[in-house]
C-alpha cells in the first residue's frame, strides 16, 4: 500500500488528509469528516488526471442532492441522459439512480455511451447505502486493456469500428423513454443530429443503427485507449432462452441489440471473451463505505458492478460532454 502524505503532495493540504493507492484498487482520497460542500476539488481534478479515477471518503454523502453539490464544488455540470438501456430514476441536478440491473448479475465493463456521438467525459458515483456484501463499482483503465488486447484483434476494430443495431419494443425501455419524447419527429432529429440511422416498425416500435469508433485518443492526453462498448452489448450477453425466443420471433435483426464490427461482420464469442479477459486483467475494484464519492474520467476509465447481497443505494451524475470527431470512422479524436 502506497499512503501519501508527504507536505508536498497535494492530498496532504489539509490536515487529516492523505491519499492510499493499494495494488488492484483506485486511489483512496481520505477527507477526514467533510461534506459535498467542501469537497477539495484541485487534489481531486490532480488526482484524476493522474489516475483517471478517484474515490473520496469521508464527505458523508446521503442524499442524491449531495451528489449534485459534489458536482458543483468539481465544477461538472449534469447532463440529461439520451440512449440508455435500462430505466433510471431521475433526481434533480442530473442526478440519476444507476442502472436497473439484477443485483445477483455482474455487470460488465463499459464506459458511459460510449456508442453515442456525445458522450460524458467525467461520471460521479455517490454510495448513500453501502451493501452488506459484494456490489463494488469497478473500474478499468481502457489504455491499459488496449495494451493487454492481442494486436490482430486491435486491429480489426482500428479499421472497422463496430457497430450497434437496436431495436425498441413495447416491452423494456421504449424509444420515448430513452429519447426522452414521444414525438416521432423530435426523435429523427435526434437521429440525424447524432449519425443514427433509424427505421419505423409497422408495430410502432424503432430500430437504429450505428457505427461508431473502438478506440479513442483523449482530448487532453493526448493517448489512445480501448472505447466501445461492442462485448458488453454483444448479442451473446442476452440470456439464452430470451435471445432463442426473441429470434423466433423477429429474426436475429429484431434483437433488442446486436454489436458487430463496423464493415457489418459478426464479432465472434472468442473475440468478447478475450476482451472481457483483458479488463478482468486491468480491474480495479474498491468496496463501497456509505457516504463515498467516486470520480471517474469516462474517456479513460471502464466501469462496472459486482453483484451484491443487501440493500443497494448508488447515485450518478454524468457531465461534462465531449462529441466524438467523425463518429462514423474507426477511430476518433474527442473534441471539447
Known sequence: MTTVNDPGSVAARAPG????????????????????????????RALLAEHGAVLVRGLGLAEPADLAVAARALGVRGTTEREGFTGRQAHPDGVYSTSEWAAEDQLCMHHELSYAAVVPSIALFGCLVA?????ATTVADGERVLGLLPGDLVAGFERDGWELARTYYEFGLGWAEAFGTDDRARVEEYCAANALDHTWTEEGGLRTRQRRPALLRHPVTGR?????QAAFLHESALDPVVR??????????????????GNGEPISTDTVATINKAYEEACWSEPWQQGDLLVLDNLRMAHGRDPYEGERRIVALFGDPVRLAGPGAPSADATR
Open 244 to 261: 432463442e425466443y426473441l429470434e423466433s420471433l423477429y429474426g436475429p435483426e429484431g434483437l433488442p441489440f446486436r454489436t458487430t464490427y
Open 131 to 135: 451493501p452488506q456484501r459484494g456490489g
Open 17 to 44: 488528509r492523505h491519499l492510499t493507492h493499494e495494488e488492484g484498487r483506485p486511489p483512496v482520497l481520505h477527507t477526514g469528516p467533510s461534506d459535498a460542500e467542501h469537497l477539495p476539488a484541485p487534489e481531486v
Open 224 to 228: 489512445r485507449g480501448w472505447f466501445n
